[in-house]
């Protein structure tokens, strides 16, 4: 037992009796209640959206504990409700008596606008008195806020008369260190705060760690984190490349993990990528706008996406989905994402606003009019589309019958930062196109999106700068048969490789967090294709392997290590040797003696990745990453193939072979070469160790080494076991290790 603040009883759960991973159990009060009744939300979604918010701060700093502070990951998917979720923990912090919860925005002041807007929605700001908020507070904030927090301190006052400071910041540096201020002059050591950071892999890392020194904006959350003596720090993002690949004694690393899951309506990469490949429209290299590839005449593809959407546009208010209902009202959208340059965006809005016209204009002409029924047909391949993916398509006259009305309420706007971001009033009409690039990003919600049209290509092919782009991702179930997405080719291709990826990276994710073990401990090492890069490389210090085996030899470099090390693989060796039946390798009988090998074929892959390759150690780190790269192969290929076989040779059945290292203490060749019984070199007799492999699968080879200096000099190491192993194409991956 023990107590808090205002002499209430607190049990606290014993250690052994909590959830892996968890420091407390937090309470499941009135505050989240009432927030999961506003949300609407049928029973399994909110019990789902409860219980992940409940584990999320679990991890946490207990409020009644000693002070200390932690960081977490919280990894959901893009469009997938994450602020739905940040906003279910605010709520349980308000519940079990956290005085103050900050959130920080992200970069751009639209999203600042959004955040705080929904947060006022969902925790019903305008009638709740429970929370103050403090939207990017300056110095003269500080005494209402210092007052605020007093009351949390009076024993007399009961707990609806408290009210928790809801802050939210923009992350930038004037706003981070005005917020700073604030803080530095308050009283904070018994007062339990959460930080929230939204779209944590963004602007805040340190983008100068290479050069040993601190870039602002870190700088400015370091010392957001020395302000707060007592608090826990939430990273939320869908692309957690550059938190998990920082290095772990950075204070910005996260120390547990929490993974969300969407809810049943939700539409992502499998979906698009995978499941519903239709849905994908692919630009042509001819139609993409480049500095050698300047666009002077409107590109057939854009066209073609308008005549989707404005027929999907018509669709919806053939079924009335124009007519709100409830307290948000239902949009139909198009977002054209041509660059980061606000000068194409006003190509593209331009060229829309002409098609626009063009088409209002004939419109106006009489029905039997030859120009305007040519042009009606010209929507029957694009009505045939939707077609193909909708059940409920009205007939073609009748979309055609509204068509004109959908053209003309169809608002087209620029979104970008110059010289303020515009911001689209969803409630003014039902049908937008939204033009804009670097503005929506990342975090920017584009409601009832329907058609993707982004003539880009992948830049410098940063996974997680590609992955954000996916606006098109979200709760779309209902309407998923009108969506539309039109890319360049390696964009496309880029999305389907990051499937794979996320999906990998979540599944490793969820192995460790079921284990309970601090995320220091996780093996930086996932699948990613070699056409990407994980993240930026300015924010990590730590280098990392990108690589992958194909019809090629793995051996270390370095097999010799300390005794422990040598002592340990000898006997992994010995007891995999013990457990099969070994016969002579065929060859030429005139092979000397060293070139005939003991092999066993057939043997369970899987059974000697999981007795014999994962127990063997390397003392260098190259060698280190490059097998683990090895490893995560032979597992991936085992996944789809359980039932695998490999072929094992124990080279010169374990006689002693002698390598000399080079200047490096490496081994630069492992391998014997080939034998000749001739100088013209025409008679062979011993192909060489290369060569020595199965035709099909992985083959293993098994090598005993005397180690010596070069020159065959001074002995290093004897009786030193060594594995080579040859990984054919069929089983090529690539991957990343850290």
Request: aromatic share 8%; glycine share 6%; with cysteine.
């Amino acid at each position: 037992m023990s107590f808090d603040n205002s002499n209430h009883i607190e049990t606290i759960t014993p250690r052994n009796f909590l959830p892996p991973g968890s420091l407390w159990l937090p309470e499941r009060g009135n505050e989240v209640r009432e927030l999961i009744s506003h949300l609407d939300l049928d029973s399994d979604s909110g019990e789902q959206l409860i219980a992940e918010a409940t584990s999320i701060f679990s991890k946490c700093i207990p409020p009644n504990g000693p002070a200390d502070s932690t960081t977490g990951l919280v990894l959901g998917y893009v469009q997938s409700g994450k602020t739905m979720s940040f906003t279910t923990v605010a709520a349980l912090a308000r519940d079990n008596g956290y005085p103050l919860v900050i959130v920080i925005t992200g970069i751009s002041n639209p999203l600042l606008d959004q955040s705080t807007s929904r947060l006022e929605a969902d925790l019903r700001l305008h009638n709740n008195r429970k929370w103050r908020l403090f939207r990017n507070p300056k110095p003269e904030d500080r005494q209402s806020i210092a007052d605020t927090l007093a009351d949390w301190r009076d024993k007399r006052l009961p707990d609806y008369r408290r009210k928790t400071v809801l802050i939210t910041v923009l992350k930038n540096t004037t706003n981070l260190r005005n917020l700073n201020q604030v803080l530095h002059q308050l009283n904070l050591a018994d007062i339990p705060a959460l930080v929230i950071d939204d779209e944590a892999d963004q602007a805040g890392l340190n983008t100068r760690v290479e050069q040993g020194m601190q870039s602002t904006t870190y700088q400015r959350l370091v010392t957001l984190r020395q302000n707060l003596p007592h608090h826990s720090y939430l990273q939320y993002t869908a692309t957690p490349q550059a938190p998990l690949l920082i290095n772990i004694i950075d204070v910005l690393s996260p120390r547990f993990v929490e993974l969300l899951t969407p809810g049943p309506a939700y539409v992502g990469g499998e979906t698009f990528f995978e499941q519903n490949p239709n849905l994908i429209r692919i630009i042509p290299a001819s139609e993409i706008p480049t500095r050698n590839n300047p666009l002077h005449d409107v590109p057939p593809t854009l066209i073609a996406a308008l005549r989707l959407f404005y027929l999907g546009v018509a669709a919806g208010f053939v079924h009335g989905d124009d007519q709100q209902s409830g307290h948000k009202p239902k949009n139909r959208s198009m977002l054209v994402h041509p660059s980061r340059e606000t000068t194409g965006h006003g190509q593209y809005c331009h060229w829309i606003t002409q098609i626009k016209r063009q088409w209002m204009n004939i419109f106006s002409l009489g029905e039997h009019d030859p120009e305007r029924s040519n042009f009606v047909n010209s929507f029957r391949s694009a009505y045939d589309d939707l077609k193909a993916t909708t059940v409920d398509l009205p007939d073609f006259d009748t979309l055609v019958s509204e068509l004109d009305y959908s053209i003309r309420q169809t608002m087209i706007l620029e979104v970008n930062a110059r010289p303020k971001t515009p911001q689209p009033t969803w409630k003014d009409t039902y049908s937008w196109i939204l033009v804009g690039g670097q503005a929506m990003d990342r975090g920017f919600t584009v409601e009832g999106l329907t058609v993707t049209y982004m003539p880009r290509d992948m830049g410098v092919g940063n996974a997680d700068t590609i992955e954000q782009r996916a606006r098109f991702f979200g709760y779309k179930q209902r309407y998923l048969g009108f969506c539309r997405v039109f890319l360049e080719v390696s964009v496309c291709d880029a999305f389907k490789f990051y499937v794979e990826h996320e999906r990998d990276i979540r599944n490793r994710l969820q192995r460790h967090l079921e284990r309970g073990r601090p995320l220091s401990e996780w093996r930086r090492a996932f699948f990613l294709d070699s056409s990407l890069r994980p993240t930026r490389r300015q924010v990590l210090d730590l280098d990392y392997r990108h690589d992958t085996f194909s019809n090629d030899w793995f051996w270390p470099k370095v097999p010799h290590g300390t005794d422990e090390l040598l002592d340990a693989n000898r006997k992994t060796v010995a007891d995999f040797i013990q457990q099969h039946n070994w016969v002579d390798s065929p060859g030429d009988p005139r092979r000397t003696p060293e070139q005939i090998h003991s092999i066993t074929r057939e043997v369970s892959l899987r059974k000697t990745y999981e007795e014999f390759l994962i127990r063997l150690r390397l003392t260098q780190e190259k060698d280190s990453q490059i097998f683990i790269g090895l490893l995560l192969q032979i597992s991936a290929y085992l996944e789809d193939n359980p039932d695998a076989l490999c072929t094992v040779y124990h080279m010169s059945k374990g006689k002693t072979r002698l390598r000399s290292v080079n200047d490096d203490l490496e081994i630069p060749n492992l391998f014997q070469g080939a034998n000749y019984a001739d100088a013209a070199h025409k008679d062979i007799v011993y192909l060489g160790d290369e060569k020595e492999r199965a035709a099909q699968g992985i083959t293993i080879q098994i090598h005993t080494l005397q180690v010596r200096q070069k020159d065959r000099g001074p002995l290093i190491a004897d009786n030193v076991p060594v594995v080579a192993v040859w990984m054919p194409q069929s089983m090529a991956k690539d991957w990343l290790v850290q």
